[in-house]
């Protein structure tokens, strides 16, 4: 007699694809779908593509950091190396179009695993600061070289490409945006797929066992070296299909695509998301986009708000944003998660006025400095004053402190609500 046959999407002892394991990725798939149908508008379309083209990147750049251990000052050549291929191939197919777009990312992932291997051959050899200090240079080395090889690099223009004389795809030529957002969500669900399965072999858990004791991995007759290595290369890869995604949402690649600055970047992304989970990029890629592409629209420095909230971040929450979040995991699975309500409540009210008053006074005095002669009046939180007046900053400054004083007088309420959500006994107890 024969067994009926058991779905594996289903099937609650399957090894392939647990229903539990698949549905955050179902959840993903629909909410890509109905985002340009909630926000309907240019604009949302294009930070929707630019932060999945930053999830894509960041979570290449976290198989290194997070999964292997290695710090790189760099990874952006492999993400711009790619993009730059990628526009090149663009080119050629407006000559004689054989190629459909939706797999020219694959060409860019190609051309990153390639510089990737080569690289990573000899950048792998050893860990910690000497993998750091050779990224650095190999990233300074090639945003050098994109200025005078010019015949790949385009020099200090770069290079352009226009998407639309690719082949189509089923009548679609790319020319419109939304076709575009939906190219580049489902690349992100492939990419995303991808590495997360990638962090699920027996590759990507001797890369974590590397990461955390090289010489325990060597001794069980492991090559920390060829582990470090595989993980550099598949890194390259997604990292260059990045570079794909951004040559065909911006068709304009130009070194900046490969200088430290978009190396520091992706680090900080990774950073605030937080390091070693899965999640952790793709966290940080939102906030980061969020701010560089919303917050920009609204001051001038809100650089200086991204690198205060970093500094902060690293300081006090190193496990980064999707940390913060994991800590609550713990008082929710022993059902005392109520018991943080009451300090949290308490301190929203002064939170958000120290931020909000130290916002206002940073405003005020880059004003104040880079105001042009005669231009006194500015406004903040729809209110106009004076700026050169001492006492809207005295105002803020004064606010500030007072805000700073309450939380520091609601802190060990809080700590106290900590110890209690996070002990072991009964609630009754």
């Not at 970047?265 to 990774?270: A, E, H, S, W």
């Amino acid at each position: 007699m024969s067994t009926p046959s058991t779905n594996p999407l289903t099937a609650g002892t399957s090894r392939l694809i647990p229903l539990n394991h698949a549905l955050p990725w179902i959840i993903a798939a629909v909410a890509l779908v109905l985002l340009p149908v909630i926000f309907d508008s240019r604009s949302a379309l294009t930070i929707m593509n630019q932060m999945a083209i930053t999830i894509v990147f960041a979570l290449a750049y976290n198989m290194l950091l997070g999964q292997g251990g290695m710090l790189s000052f760099g990874h952006a050549v492999y993400m711009g190396l790619g993009g730059f291929f990628s526009m090149h191939v663009m080119n050629w197919m407006s000559v004689d179009p054989w190629l459909p777009l939706p797999v020219l990312p694959i060409f860019g992932g190609l051309f990153g695993l390639l510089f990737a291997f080569l690289i990573g051959w000899f950048s792998t050899r050893r860990a910690g600061t000497t993998f750091a200090m050779i990224s650095l240079g190999v990233g300074q080395l090639v945003a050098s070289l994109s200025i005078i090889i010019v015949i790949f690099f385009g020099g200090e223009e770069g290079i352009s490409g226009n998407r639309t004389e690719m082949l189509p795809f089923f009548g679609l030529d790319f020319g419109q945006q939304i076709e575009v957002y939906y190219l580049t969500a489902v690349w992100l669900l492939i990419a995303a797929l991808g590495m997360f399965l990638y962090s699920r072999t027996p590759m990507g858990r001797l890369a974590n066992a590397v990461r955390d004791n090289e010489e325990r991995a060597e001794f069980l007759g492991y090559s920390q070296r060829n582990v470090r290595w595989i993980s550099f290369c598949a890194s390259g890869f997604f990292a260059g299909i990045a570079g794909a995604l951004f040559a065909i949402n911006f068709e304009i690649l130009t070194e900046e695509n490969l200088n430290l600055a978009t190396s520091g970047t992706i680090l900080l992304v990774t950073f605030l998301g937080g390091v070693g989970f899965f999640i952790g990029p793709i966290i940080g890629a939102i906030v980061f986009t969020l701010l560089q592409t919303v917050l920009s629209l609204h001051t001038d420095i809100w650089a200086l708000y991204v690198g205060i909230l970093f500094v902060a971040t690293v300081m006090f929450f190193p496990f980064g944003l999707t940390g913060l979040l994991a800590l609550h995991v713990l008082p929710w699975k022993l059902g005392k998660i109520g018991y943080l309500a009451k300090p949290y409540a308490k301190m929203i009210v002064p939170a958000l006025a120290l931020v909000l008053s130290a916002a206002a006074v940073l405003e005020i005095l880059f004003h104040v400095r880079h105001a042009g002669r005669g231009e006194n009046e500015m406004t903040i939180y729809w209110t106009t004053f004076d700026s050169h007046s001492p006492l809207p900053l005295i105002l803020g400054i004064v606010v500030a402190v007072v805000s700073a004083y309450a939380l520091a007088k609601l802190a060990p309420g809080l700590k106290a609500a900590w110890d209690e959500a996070t002990t072991m006994r009964e609630a009754g107890q």
